[in-house]
């Protein structure tokens, strides 16, 4: 990874913990079963990536960014997406922990979280327009002043969200999923 542009490459195995990896440009590469934990990857690209069970726990992402990533089966807890680029900043999540990350202020219209815990993440100020959160775990998430219209939550579970700090028309909810819409009331439903 020492060069500074690297296209179509698959990294394998790669154990770098708490290495730091700046100012490159990686393009339709794809990263496996790597330990990248701690990571500093400041002023880096990542277009049309695919991470797949990777450790990414606590990478540092200033001005990094990242256009079309795919994570799979990755471990990203602790990570500060708000410090991305945000021009094309496009993410998708599939079977992902990302626990105590922050996406505050993101534009995230039509990101789909599937099987993913996002527990104690911030949403505030983020776009999540359209988005998918299937099968997705939002305890303790935060949700003030984000955008979900016609978000799918429907399959989401463990959140709480007040309708009258956040925008919420259109959004789908399961039926068991409205007292996570009514927790501010602290009312009983029986």
């Known amino acids: 990874m020492e060069e500074a542009t690297h296209l179509n490459k698959v990294f394998e195995k790669v154990n770098s913990p708490a290495k730091t990896i700046r100012n490159r440009e990686f393009e339709a590469c794809t990263f496996k079963q790597c ?14 990536c695919t991470f797949i069970n990777c450790n990414l726990t606590m990478i540092r992402l200033n001005n990094v960014s990242l256009i079309n990533a ?11 997406f ?18 105590y990350s922050s996406f505050m202020g ?7 979280f599937i ?11 983020a776009n999540l327009t359209k988005a998918v959160f299937d099968k997705t775990n939002l305890s303790g ?27 919420i028309s259109k959004a789908h909810f399961s039926l068991q999923g409205v007292v996570g819409l009514l927790d501010k ?3 009983t439903i029986e």
């Open 141 to 167: 998430a935060i949700f003030n002043g984000t955008v979900l219209q016609e978000a799918n939550l429907v399959t989401a579970f463990a959140y709480s969200i007040d309708g009258e700090l956040n925008k």
């Open 70 to 80: 795919v994570f799979k089966d990755c471990k990203l807890m602790g990570i500060i």
């Open 115 to 125: 099987n993913t815990t996002l527990k104690d993440v911030n949403f505030s100020n």
């Open 82 to 99: 708000s410090e991305c680029a945000d021009f094309l900043f496009s993410v998708r999540f599939e079977n992902g922990l990302l626990d």
């Open 35 to 48: 330990d990248l934990s701690n990571c500093d990857f400041a002023n880096s690209r990542f277009t049309d």
């Open 185 to 187: 009331y602290r009312i």
């Open 106 to 112: 993101k534009k995230m219209m039509g990101t789909v």
